[in-house]
């Protein structure tokens, strides 16, 4: 199985503050990653598939980048509703295996 | 309102069965491949089960192999899970999701809410 690793853990930032996580495959994935968001208590939510295509609805402050193995979120200007969960998720082999997870916190 | 609900969920002994459902409205249910997958609580994600829009193909991921079978039913526009055997580690938020009928986007569009089956005796 391909494996996903993100960085940081835990992010510690402030309203306003451009952020980034980090998502390395075991493998080469190409471009295919997704990234989700997720709320408390709530399924998770696509942002961005392909490795940086924004879904319909996403706010364009969130962007991603990356192919092969590593890949990036950025967030480029944190607001109040984005202290929550985020993953990654490789697409290019089944089975499709997801990142552990950061969570951004209010610093 | 394009939705996906999930039942079904419950306390179950180890060794236990359980039938999760998802029903689907306000899109093309038979249009699109479905799949379940966990959350284990404070946990990361886990994909485990795909089903194709006509049934014919299925997948599952090596964890649940063999102790989980996944069905559909394009005419109610439900999904199913059929979970047997269960063990303490299939404790989890078990959400339905498809994924977009373009070729190669195995990342999951559209969630439901989740139903949390727990495992203890």
């Known amino acids: 199985d391909i494996r996903m690793t993100q960085s940081p853990s835990t992010l510690s930032a402030s309203v306003g503050d451009r952020v980034t996580i980090t998502c390395r495959s075991s493998q080469n994935i190409s471009k295919w990653l997704a990234w989700y968001q997720q709320k408390p208590g709530t399924a998770p939510k696509v942002l961005i598939y392909k490795a940086s295509a924004l879904e319909s609805g996403v706010p364009s402050r969130f962007s991603g980048s990356g192919s092969g193995t590593e890949f990036t979120l950025t967030i480029s200007s944190l607001q109040p509703d984005d202290f929550v969960d985020y993953f990654c998720q490789q697409y290019n082999r089944s089975p499709w295996t997801f990142g552990q997870g950061t969570k951004v916190e209010i610093k | 309102e394009v939705q996906l609900v999930e039942s079904g969920g419950g306390l179950v002994k180890p060794g236990g069965s359980l039938r999760l459902s998802c029903a689907a409205s306000g899109f093309t249910f038979s249009s699109l491949t479905l799949n379940w997958l966990r959350q284990a609580p404070g946990k990361g994600l886990e994909w485990l089960s795909s089903?194709?829009?006509?049934?014919?193909?299925?997948s599952y991921a090596a964890s649940v192999k063999g102790r989980f079978t996944i069905s559909r039913d394009n005419a109610q526009s439900s999904l199913f899970l059929q979970m047997n055997s269960l063990r303490a580690e299939d404790a989890a938020v078990y959400y339905c999701a498809t994924v977009p009928v373009i070729p190669e986007s195995w990342y999951f569009d559209l969630w439901g809410r989740g139903t949390l089956v727990t495992v203890s005796s």
């Open positions: 089903i194709s829009t006509s049934g014919s193909y299925i």
